[in-house]
C-alpha cells in the first residue's frame, strides 16, 4: 500500500528557509518520478518541482528555479524539497505525489500523478 507523508511545513518570514520532506512507503522512491505541488487558497493546484527515477533528472517550475531543490534519498526512501529565499508567493499547501508507474517519465500534469500525501502547510510573511 502506497503512502507519502509530508512534514516540515511552517512559518517563517521572507528570505526564510524551510525544508519539506514526503516519507515513502509501498514502493522503492528510486524507480518512480515524484513530485512536489502546491496549492495556494483560490487557485489551482500546481507544479513546483519533480525528479525522475533511475539516473534522475530534477525540473523546477520558473516561479523557484534557483531557489528550491528537490532531492532524493533512495536509502530511507524520502524525498526533499530544500526552499530557501522563500517569498509570501511561496505561501500555499505543499503536496508530494508519485506517478503509477515505475521508470516513467515526468510529468507537470496533477492527472499523471497518481498517490499524493496530505500535504504540509507553508506561510511566508513579509
Known amino acids: 500500500q502506497v503512502q507519502l507523508v509530508e512534514s516540515g511545513g511552517g512559518s517563517v518570514q521572507a528570505g526564510g528557509s524551510l525544508r519539506l520532506s514526503c516519507a515513502a512507503s509501498?514502493?522503492?522512491?528510486?524507480?518512480?518520478?515524484m513530485g512536489w505541488f502546491r496549492q495556494a487558497p483560490g487557485k489551482e493546484r500546481e507544479g513546483v518541482s519533480y525528479i525522475t527515477g533511475p539516473s534522475p533528472s530534477t525540473y523546477y517550475a520558473d516561479s523557484v528555479k534557483g531557489r528550491f531543490t528537490i532531492s532524493r534519498d533512495n536509502a530511507k526512501n524520502t524525498l526533499y524539497l530544500q526552499m530557501n529565499n522563500l517569498q509570501p508567493e511561496d505561501t500555499a499547501m505543499y503536496y508530494c505525489?508519485?506517478?503509477?508507474?515505475?521508470?516513467?517519465?515526468?510529468?507537470?500534469?496533477?492527472?499523471?500523478?497518481?498517490?499524493w500525501g496530505q500535504g504540509t502547510q507553508v506561510t511566508v510573511s513579509s
Open positions: 509501498g514502493f522503492f522512491t528510486s524507480r518512480f518520478c
Open positions: 505525489a508519485v506517478v503509477r508507474a515505475p521508470f516513467s517519465a515526468g510529468s507537470w500534469s496533477t492527472d499523471d500523478y497518481t498517490y
